[in-house]
């Protein structure tokens, strides 16, 4: 597999706290994702970044922020947890755009 | 909205009996992937389809893409245990530097 490391691995939080996710990556890979995982709804992008202090929003970005100052490390926020954020969140790198992704082992975050 | 669409949402199969999972999206498609993901795991990179028309196939999986590049399916012939698992097709969008996950289709096999 990929060196792709997410943490935490899990995390139980209350609503309106802030969460920030991290993902870091060996590959040195260009390219790099933040899925949400939802029963019925696959994977849907939140943000991606295609470099270094590159980033870019996916089809459900509201309530999230990232950041990515170096290659290796890509950061996701929720600013105010919301219990509709409560999910399973994958980070994914890509060398270039369109060719294969490889995942991490997710995050497990439920927002009580 | 979702801009690709994938059914059937579950499948159940007699061990040995063939599986098909179809995505269809509503624009044309650069290219569109295949990803498998075990029970409790992270989904996992099967193939990439490029051309109009394209099919590949991987052992007993078969691969197809659409002449319009709007459609893909997977088909899996004889299905083994070893098959279980929620497949996904993710569609690159022409112009877009992102991918479009189908919402799955999961695969569970009888022995």
């Known amino acids: 597999d990929a060196g792709i490391t997410q943490s935490p691995r899990h995390k139980v939080t209350e609503t309106g706290t802030p969460v920030t996710l991290r993902c870091h990556q060996t590959?040195?890979?260009?390219?790099m994702y933040w899925y949400r995982q939802d029963p019925g709804h696959g994977l849907r992008l939140i943000h991606y970044?295609?470099?270094?202090?590159?980033?870019d929003k996916g089809e459900v970005s509201d309530g999230y922020s990232v950041s990515r100052s170096k290659t290796e490390d890509f950061l996701l926020t929720l600013e105010s947890a919301t219990s509709s954020q409560t999910s399973v969140y994958f980070c994914?790198?890509?060398?270039?755009?369109?060719?294969?992704?490889?995942f991490g082992d997710g995050t497990r975050l439920s927002i009580l | 909205g979702q801009q690709v669409m994938q059914i059937p949402q579950y499948q159940h199969v007699q061990e040995g009996e063939d599986f098909t999972t179809y995505c269809n999206s509503s624009?044309?498609?650069?290219?569109i992937q295949w990803y498998k993901q075990r029970p409790g795991g992270h989904p996992v990179f099967l193939i990439q389809l490029v051309k109009s028309g394209e099919v590949k196939k991987q052992k007993r999986l078969t691969f197809q893409f659409g002449e319009a590049k709007k459609n893909s399916s997977l088909h899996i012939t004889a299905t083994q245990t070893t098959d279980v698992g929620t497949y996904f097709c993710a569609g690159l969008v022409y112009n877009f530097n992102k991918f479009y996950f189908g919402s799955g289709t999961k695969l569970n096999v009888k022995p």
């Open positions: 970044s295609y470099g270094v202090k590159d980033t």
């Open positions: 624009t044309t498609l650069s290219n």
């Open positions: 590959e040195n890979h260009r390219y």
């Open positions: 994914a790198i890509g060398q270039q755009a369109g060719q294969p992704q490889h």
